[in-house]
């Protein structure tokens, strides 16, 4: 099947790990994203990179690293992990818009999300 | 600020009535919107998209939207819901070179029979 995969679906640790959660698309994608769904469904960009270089860094804490071998992944590692990160971390991808969009617009394609709880 | 605002966390409607789900874009804003829907325990699918021309835009699932620049309004309709549509619906405009989503609070469409 062709789309956008994350692993695990659900995470359940201790505050102070170290947890990763692995994306990868097999849509031809050059850019990948990382969001955060927080408990009120709130949903907020994270980071993005396009082959393999970050274009999108929000204002994320450090404990936060993306990490991207190749343009088919992009893979979120998080050290010492707080209760407030317990959310859903949704992956995405497209193609890298230019900025004309009026023309025409690449989508992003999401994965089921990964539900991260800390206790 | 909020760039697109969501005015109902829950939109309660019966079954084959119709709908309307109302989001507001700030004029600072690009004018490139966007509805995406939530099913429960799924990732987001876009629905419909306005980047230019038509005010009156078409997406999947016989939702339609209608952008409105004088009221800087992008609401939602979709004329018979069905059960299926329950779902989070998410308004949302695009910037970083259009690679950049950034999403209303949601709101919430319960389908009841």
């Known amino acids: 099947d062709t789309a956008v995969s994350q692993t695990p679906k659900y995470l359940v640790t201790q505050m102070g790990n170290d947890k990763s959660i692995k994306c990868e698309q097999n849509l031809g994608h050059d850019t990948m994203y990382w969001y955060k769904q927080d408990s009120k469904k709130f949903l907020k960009i994270m980071f993005s990179?396009?082959?393999?270089?970050?274009?999108i860094n929000e204002t994320v804490p450090n404990r936060f690293s993306p990490k991207s071998p190749d343009k088919a992944h992009l893979n979120l590692h998080i050290n010492s992990l707080e209760l407030g990160d317990s959310a859903v971390y949704f992956c995405a991808s497209s193609t890298r818009n230019s900025g004309k969009l009026s023309s025409s617009y690449n989508e992003q394609f999401f994965g089921p999300g990964t539900r991260l709880t800390v206790l | 600020a909020q760039s697109v605002t969501q005015l109902d966390s829950q939109v309660p409607v019966f079954e084959e009535a119709p709908v309307e789900l109302r989001c507001n874009y700030s004029s600072s804003v690009s004018v490139y919107l966007f509805w995406y829907v939530q099913y429960p325990n799924q990732g987001l699918q876009l629905l419909l998209k306005?980047?230019?021309?038509?005010?009156l835009v078409k997406g999947i699932n016989g939702f339609e939207a209608e952008f409105n620049k004088s009221q800087t309004s992008f609401h939602l309709r979709k004329p018979s819901v069905h059960i299926s549509d329950t779902a989070e619906y998410f308004c949302a405009h695009i910037t970083g070179g259009g690679n950049k989503l950034t999403f209303g609070t949601g709101t919430q469409l319960k389908v009841e029979l």
């Open positions: 990179y396009n082959n393999k270089e970050l274009i």
């Open positions: 306005y980047l230019s021309g038509s005010t």
